[in-house]
């Protein structure tokens, strides 16, 4: 294919020059210099070694264990919300958003505060001497740290069956659980195996969980780190990587394949009534079962936002309960990284939101050449894991002699959170028509300007959206920077982890309540912001973070 050769084509080709390097430079070439750091001894090593490969078992089965059980919990969750109208349905739909939005490790330090050796529950409710580090441990983390997502993806499916299919079948004379059997989980299916992938991926990624709750328990992500940092196994760490993202890389592309086909089957089981949610009839009992299925673990969540807090404040957790602000007064010690963790957030949330808007526009508004490697280049990232992508790019930069961190990390930061800006700017364009562009370009605009002057108003809102959701990342990251930090360039969420390892667990709480705090400023502030564009806009939906 070939560009128009018309007056218009000239910015059209800058745009698709810039984007095309960016992803060479950024991605591709860190992926490259990854692959060919590791020597032949190195994958012998990896690839003979028991040790490795009781690594690669543990985060297999981790991964499908917390993979299945986070569907399991998310859905029956998302069910009892949206078909079962259990009561307070409109709290409990918030429970998983709030803990989907705080820093990814903030769980597993609660998960200890809770449930390790001095843990609240384990130790002073239970009087247990017991210790939780290890696969249960880590698996009751990750899926207290994922189900949320599979809740989002299948509460969206179950709003778009069309409840004519199921008040047919009920007209038929099926009952509930028959009617749940036969129609509501088949077309629930493909939302289910979506979640089920997306989930895998980042159970895959994990970092922060392992790292606090694993203890012995190894997987690939925290080997990765330990390999370099530890040991300096450059070459090993690589591999490990390497190993590392095949599956991920496979996952990633089978749950874009079912993405799309779970946009073709809501779309086609919506009609009319898409939006309009039917509630099942659901029997009491059935319903004070889901009800107390979705108490406990909104509970569990409640009560590791309370152990933070509560951990902030304490003498020593689990041993001396005495009321004290010492943990937090020291947080000032630490203002130099929160300063670098929010100022470093904003610029890489800017720079993603850019190079998304131009990626979705010159991939589905323009027929420049190579638009579906672009499409995957810029969904790619997704698919890596963060101690993968944060090794890579520190490969290369070695290559280069370039050692400006600032400048790593906010690139990092780019590259890693910009598939949600990406999807969700695609989709907003998705939804505006082609005469836009058509009328712009007949008015004499060329194609950036059309960009720039129709469609980002019109889409605003969910550029907004991924803006928002990448500088709320990007506050808490942890995996993907831990390779490229230096002492003048530290960020809150590593202190934050070292503060962990080294038992400081007072001041670590302290840490997580004030990053949580930010991030949940930054996202009120971010929900007034986009409620005003989208009132502005003529829109009456609010900002969506999905």
């Given at each position: 294919?070939?560009?128009?050769?018309?007056?218009?084509?000239?910015?059209?080709?800058?745009?698709?020059?810039?984007?095309?390097?960016?992803?060479?430079?950024?991605?591709?070439?860190?992926?490259?210099?990854?692959?060919?750091?590791?020597?032949?001894?190195?994958?012998?090593?990896?690839?003979?070694?028991?040790?490795?490969?009781?690594?690669?078992?543990?985060?297999?089965?981790?991964?499908?264990?917390?993979?299945?059980?986070?569907?399991?919990?998310?859905?029956?969750?998302?069910?009892?919300?949206?078909?079962?109208?259990?009561?307070?349905?409109?709290?409990?739909?918030?429970?998983?958003?709030?803990?989907?939005?705080?820093?990814?490790?903030?769980?597993?330090?609660?998960?200890?505060?809770?449930?390790?050796?001095?843990?609240?529950?384990?130790?002073?409710?239970?009087?247990?001497?017991?210790?939780?580090?290890?696969?249960?441990?880590?698996?009751?983390?990750?899926?207290?740290?994922?189900?949320?997502?599979?809740?989002?993806?299948?509460?969206?499916?179950?709003?778009?069956?069309?409840?004519?299919?199921?008040?047919?079948?009920?007209?038929?004379?099926?009952?509930?659980?028959?009617?749940?059997?036969?129609?509501?989980?088949?077309?629930?299916?493909?939302?289910?195996?979506?979640?089920?992938?997306?989930?895998?991926?980042?159970?895959?990624?994990?970092?922060?969980?392992?790292?606090?709750?694993?203890?012995?328990?190894?997987?690939?992500?925290?080997?990765?780190?330990?390999?370099?940092?530890?040991?300096?196994?450059?070459?090993?760490?690589?591999?490990?990587?390497?190993?590392?993202?095949?599956?991920?890389?496979?996952?990633?592309?089978?749950?874009?394949?079912?993405?799309?086909?779970?946009?073709?089957?809501?779309?086609?089981?919506?009609?009319?009534?898409?939006?309009?949610?039917?509630?099942?009839?659901?029997?009491?009992?059935?319903?004070?079962?889901?009800?107390?299925?979705?108490?406990?673990f909104s509970l569990f969540i409640i009560a590791q936002v309370i152990a933070i807090i509560a951990g902030s404040f304490q003498q020593l957790w689990g041993i001396n309960t005495k009321l004290t602000l010492k943990h937090i007064l020291a947080i000032s010690n630490y203002g130099k990284e929160l300063k670098n963790s929010v100022i470093f957030a904003m610029l890489s949330a800017v720079l993603s939101t850019v190079m998304a808007t131009i990626s979705s526009y010159l991939v589905h508004r323009t027929d420049v050449p190579l638009r579906k490697t672009l499409d995957v280049m810029a969904q790619l990232p997704s698919a890596i894991p963060g101690t993968l992508h944060g090794l890579s790019i520190s490969i290369a930069a070695n290559l280069l002699h370039f050692k400006n961190s600032t400048i790593l990390i906010i690139l990092a930061m780019t590259i890693a959170f910009m598939p949600f800006a990406y999807r969700i700017i695609s989709n907003s364009f998705g939804q505006l028509g082609p005469n836009l562009d058509q009328s712009a370009r007949s008015l004499g605009a060329n194609q950036l300007i059309s960009l720039l002057s129709v469609l980002v108003p019109l889409a605003r809102g969910g550029i907004f959206s991924g803006f928002v959701y990448d500088f709320i990342r990007g506050v808490g990251t942890l995996s993907a920077v831990i390779f490229l930090v230096s002492f003048k360039t530290s960020l809150a969420s590593i202190q934050l982890i070292n503060l962990a390892e080294q038992g400081a667990w007072g001041r670590a709480a302290a840490l997580a309540m004030i990053l949580t705090l930010i991030t949940f400023v930054i996202l009120g502030m971010g929900l007034i912001l986009g409620k005003i564009i989208n009132i502005r806009a003529g829109n009456k939906n609010v900002i969506s973070f999905y």
């Open positions: 294919m070939k560009f128009d050769s018309s007056r218009n084509s000239k910015s059209l080709l800058c745009a698709w020059i810039i984007v095309a390097v960016f992803f060479c430079v950024c991605v591709i070439f860190p992926l490259v210099c990854v692959l060919t750091s590791a020597k032949i001894a190195d994958y012998r090593t990896v690839f003979t070694q028991p040790v490795w490969h009781s690594a690669m078992g543990n985060t297999f089965v981790q991964c499908i264990c917390s993979s299945v059980l986070s569907v399991i919990v998310g859905y029956v969750f998302a069910y009892a919300v949206v078909k079962a109208e259990i009561p307070g349905k409109k709290f409990f739909s918030l429970v998983p958003i709030i803990h989907l939005i705080t820093p990814p490790f903030v769980g597993g330090l609660a998960f200890i505060l809770l449930f390790g050796k001095q843990g609240f529950i384990t130790h002073t409710i239970l009087g247990l001497d017991v210790s939780l580090y290890g696969f249960w441990g880590l698996l009751v983390a990750q899926v207290l740290s994922f189900f949320p997502m599979a809740f989002l993806i299948c509460s969206q499916v179950l709003r778009g069956i069309n409840t004519n299919i199921e008040q047919s079948a009920r007209s038929l004379g099926a009952g509930e659980f028959r009617i749940f059997l036969t129609v509501t989980l088949p077309l629930s299916w493909p939302g289910i195996l979506s979640s089920f992938l997306f989930i895998a991926v980042s159970v895959l990624s994990d970092f922060g969980n392992p790292l606090i709750v694993g203890g012995r328990f190894r997987v690939l992500a925290v080997e990765i780190y330990t390999q370099l940092t530890g040991w300096l196994n450059i070459g090993t760490s690589a591999v490990l990587g390497i190993v590392l993202v095949i599956p991920s890389v496979i996952l990633f592309l089978l749950q874009n394949r079912i993405s799309k086909k779970l946009e073709v089957k809501t779309a086609t089981v919506g009609g009319k009534s898409y939006g309009i949610v039917q509630t099942n009839r659901v029997p009491v009992l059935t319903k004070i079962i889901l009800f107390s299925f979705v108490l406990i």
